[in-house]
């Protein structure tokens, strides 16, 4: 009888790892996922500009320190996903990417050496969830915090941002390269 439950119990597991979304569930949860990239990037990139317009670099890099984590969490708890950002060169060691990102990043590189534009995509995660990815592209008003230091990104500018980040890797972009991604976990 063990053995039977057993084979049984590895029968489930296997199905349940191995279960592939189909193309509606896919485009469902890329919609979905959208939405929820779209209502939390404008509400981070408000707050930032906001921040930026009433104190600067330093207000603005303040308020990523102490704020952007926590609205994400708040957004992840009403849409009752998990929302991350992460990147190749972090900023907030606190973002570091997992494997499954690594390779979404990866292949993100790939497509813009190779002039493809990337796109949002959908899979199911080593834990069986539906996962969601989509690229950060890097816009030219990004720079001034994720450029090239002596030149869009001034050494003040840097040095409050390693005041706030002192392990920061964010910074030798330039317009429309690949700043990082949004991984979005559903349950």
């Not at 009433?54 to 992840?76: M, Q």
């Not at 899979?123 to 890097?138: M, N, Q, T």
Request: hydrophobic letters at 35%; proline letters at 4%; a positive charge.
């Amino acid at each position: 009888m063990k053995e039977v439950t057993f084979i049984l119990f590895l029968s489930v597991l296997f199905f349940s790892c191995s279960k592939q979304l189909t193309k509606k569930e896919s485009e469902l949860f890329k919609e979905r996922g959208n939405q929820i990239v779209q209502k939390t990037a404008e509400e981070l990139s408000g707050n930032l500009m906001s921040k930026m317009k009433e104190g600067g670099i330093p207000l603005a890099v303040e308020y990523c320190n102490t704020a952007a984590l926590p609205l994400t969490s708040k957004v992840s708890e009403a849409e009752k996903v998990t929302i991350k950002r992460t990147s190749l060169k972090t900023r907030n060691s606190l973002n570091e990417p997992n494997e499954e990102e690594l390779k979404v990043l990866k292949k993100y590189t790939s497509q813009l050496k190779k002039d493809v534009s990337p796109e949002a995509i959908v899979e199911i995660d080593h834990s069986g969830k539906p996962h969601y990815y989509a690229p950060i592209l890097v816009e030219k008003k990004c720079l001034m915090c994720h450029g090239t230091i002596g030149k869009e990104l001034s050494k003040q500018a840097d040095s409050v941002i390693k005041s706030f980040y002192p392990n920061d890797l964010a910074t030798g972009f330039s317009d429309g390269d690949l700043r990082g991604i949004w991984s979005i976990s559903f349950p």
